[in-house]
């Protein structure tokens, strides 16, 4: 698989920053990555300071991918041209099982079927317009009867 570069510009102007620049290079590789303590092993997300440590101990370390749907929102109008063929569609706050909360889409699952509590898994999925490689989850039953 050919990694494609990330560019930071792009970041920057989807308001993120060059701290989060290994996140985004980790979801090229298909690698959900949370900025971490080395000391206490508190995760982040987006890039931080550990509450109890400050900066100077902080490094990326590859996240297992998984989590439950903290909370959700049916989307069913196209706020941009490019989303019109996605209506309806979830936005959810993924709680990580590391701890972070993660905003996200949920694919392959019946809306219906979408809930609070919903165990989850990490899938990534290259945006055209952008060049990123975004996470998104999937419910986690669906992971496991595909493999």
């Given at each position: ?83 019109a063929?996605?209506?309806p ?17 949920i ?11 919903l ?22 039953d669906?992971v496991?009867?595909?493999?």
């Open positions: 698989m050919t990694i494609p570069d990330v560019d930071l510009a792009v970041i920057k102007r989807l308001s993120g920053d060059y701290l989060d620049l290994p996140f985004w290079e980790g979801t090229a590789r298909h690698e959900l990555r949370l900025h971490g303590c080395a000391l206490c092993g508190r995760k982040y997300w987006p890039a931080s300071q550990c509450v109890e440590h400050g900066d100077a101990q902080m490094e990326w370390a590859p996240a297992n991918g998984g989590g439950i749907v903290h909370t959700y929102t049916i989307m069913y109008h196209a706020y941009a041209p490019q989303m063929a996605r209506v569609f979830c936005v959810a706050v993924v709680q990580l099982d590391e701890g972070p909360f993660f905003h996200t889409n694919l392959d699952c019946p809306i219906e079927d979408i809930h609070v509590g165990r989850v898994e990490v899938r990534f999925q290259l945006d055209d317009s952008t060049g990123l490689t975004l996470p998104m989850f999937v419910p986690a669906a496991k009867s595909k493999t």
